[in-house]
């Protein structure tokens, strides 16, 4: 089945130690989403790739990086994660910018 | 002008009743209205979406009802069961948000057997 997979399903790091989370999609979408969600919170766009163009929304923190090597995965780097960015991390996916998103498992990150 | 204001924040109902959810918006530019339903643990799921040349969307046992002049729309869920506890978010997007989703707050849902 056509699917947004996301890896790993849980990460623990420790303060300050660089993570990388992943996303792959099968369905040949053109753009990829990273959200960030906290408990009871609604998700957070971080950024997205609409193709090969980045767009990076104005309050995400300079800690946050994303990296598309081609069309099917997409990756999410924090550089120094610190406690406030223990969260839920959602990839999501979408044909355009105009059609329906649709959301991988998401990761929960853990820092000690 | 960009937020989407949703309520109830939570909401208890019995096997069988019909939950409403609501949300209320301010931009008239938004032109593309989903509904995401979230179990703990996991991903939001696309459960039903509406555009604003129609009034009302069935899918299933779960309607949109929406009401342009009133920037108002709302989720009914016919028959609900104990499956249907989740966290339900409405969201809209349109050409002033870059046709990202602006998300409401969420609606944390209990079906009582």
């Known amino acids: 089945d056509a699917m947004v997979i996301q890896n790993p399903r849980y990460q623990v790091t420790q303060f300050g130690k660089p993570v990388t989370l992943s996303c792959s999609q099968t369905l040949n979408h053109n753009v990829m989403y990273w959200y960030q969600q906290k408990s009871s919170q609604a998700p957070k766009l971080l950024f997205h790739y609409y193709d090969k163009d980045f767009n990076n929304e104005a309050d995400t923190p300079d800690n946050f990086q994303s990296r598309r090597p081609n069309t099917s995965f997409c990756f999410l780097d924090i550089r120094s994660p610190g406690l406030g960015d223990a969260a839920m991390y959602l990839c999501?996916?979408?044909?355009?910018?105009?059609?329906?998103?649709?959301f991988g498992p998401g990761t929960r990150l853990t820092v000690l | 002008q960009q937020q989407v204001k949703q309520s109830p924040q939570s909401l208890i109902v019995q096997k069988g009743g019909i939950p409403i959810i609501n949300c209320a918006y301010e931009?008239?530019?938004?032109?593309?209205f989903p509904w995401y339903q979230q179990f703990p643990g996991k991903g939001p799921a696309l459960l039903i979406a509406i555009r604003p040349d129609v009034s009302e969307k069935k899918e299933g046992r779960f309607t949109i009802s929406f009401n342009k002049s009133a920037k108002q729309f709302s989720l009914h869920i016919m028959d609900s069961q104990p499956g249907d506890s989740a966290t339900y978010f409405c969201a809209a997007s349109g050409r002033d948000s870059s046709y990202k989703l602006i998300f409401g707050s969420g609606t944390r849902l209990l079906v009582r057997p």
């Open positions: 931009n008239t530019a938004f032109d593309y």
């Open positions: 999501a996916t979408s044909e355009t910018l105009y059609n329906e998103q649709f």
